[in-house]
């Protein structure tokens, strides 16, 4: 079993920042692609930033220039740096790992996080 734990949501301010973390934990062999997603309220669940395990990002057009995906050292965590923050950023924000799991398995799974709320009051 495989858990995604998701933190750093809050409310803010127009312009303001926040960093989310996300920390894969269980029976890990290796984790391929981490990213962000985001649902706002009566819309549906948009990815926002994808890593791969080599560190290669890549970002929806309305956050580029804003936002910062990246990995911790252990390869196991994910963050989401979130700068010049607008009010069409609010939504809630989960985290997703496709992940090898330990042996004897080797399955290769795709696990989400239970979400955290960011709000950007304008």
């Known amino acids: 079993q495989v858990h995604l734990v998701e933190s750093g949501g809050g409310l803010v301010q127009t312009g303001g920042s926040l960093r989310l973390s996300c920390a894969a934990s269980?029976?890990?062999?290796?984790?391929?692609?981490m990213a962000w997603y985001r649902q706002a309220p009566g819309k549906q669940r948009e990815p926002v930033a994808v890593?791969?395990?080599?560190?290669?990002?890549n970002y929806t057009s309305s956050v580029k220039g804003r936002f910062t995906i990246s990995r911790g050292d252990d390869k196991n965590t994910v963050y989401l740096q979130m700068s010049s923050l607008k009010p069409e950023d609010t939504a809630v924000y989960y985290c997703?790992?496709?992940?090898?799991?330990?042996?004897?398995?080797?399955?290769?799974?795709?696990?989400w996080g239970q979400g955290t709320q960011v709000t950007v009051s304008s």
């Open positions: 997703s790992a496709n992940v090898v799991t330990a042996p004897p398995l080797l399955r290769v799974e795709s696990y």
């Open positions: 269980g029976s890990i062999f290796s984790i391929n692609v």
């Open positions: 890593v791969s395990s080599g560190g290669g990002t």
